[in-house]
């Protein structure tokens, strides 16, 4: 089982920046890949961006450079940087974590951006 607690969310202003963590219970070198989805309302969930094992990422185009995906081994924890922020980017935003043949998804975090 990994367990996947994210932090970080809220509401900022379009243009604003907003970092989410993600901290897994297990550690991030036996993950096969971390990475963080986005749903908003009426709409299916979307990949946003991924890291593997070895640190290889992968950004959606709808988001790539404005957000970064990054890990700290130490703590266990994968980061998403966010910045540039645009309303479009409202959605709860979700970990998740692929072991093996196995799915895990966090709570997910809200965020918010105003206009």
């Known amino acids: 089982q990994v367990q996947l607690v994210e932090s970080g969310g809220g509401l900022v202003q379009a243009g604003g920046s907003l970092r989410l963590s993600c901290a897994a219970s297990?550690?991030?070198?036996?993950?096969?890949?971390m990475g963080w989805y986005r749903q908003a309302p009426g709409l299916s969930r979307e990949l946003v961006a991924t890291?593997?094992?070895?640190?290889?990422?992968n950004v959606a185009d709808s988001v790539k450079g404005r957000f970064t995906i990054s890990r700290d081994s130490a703590y266990n924890t994968v980061y998403l940087q966010m910045n540039s922020l645009e309303p479009e980017d409202t959605a709860v935003y979700y970990c998740?974590?692929?072991?093996?043949?196995?799915?895990?998804w966090g709570q997910g975090t809200q965020v918010t951006v105003s206009s």
């Open positions: 998740n974590a692929k072991r093996i043949l196995d799915n895990y």
């Open positions: 297990v550690s991030i070198f036996s993950i096969n890949a």
């Open positions: 890291i593997n094992s070895v640190g290889a990422t």
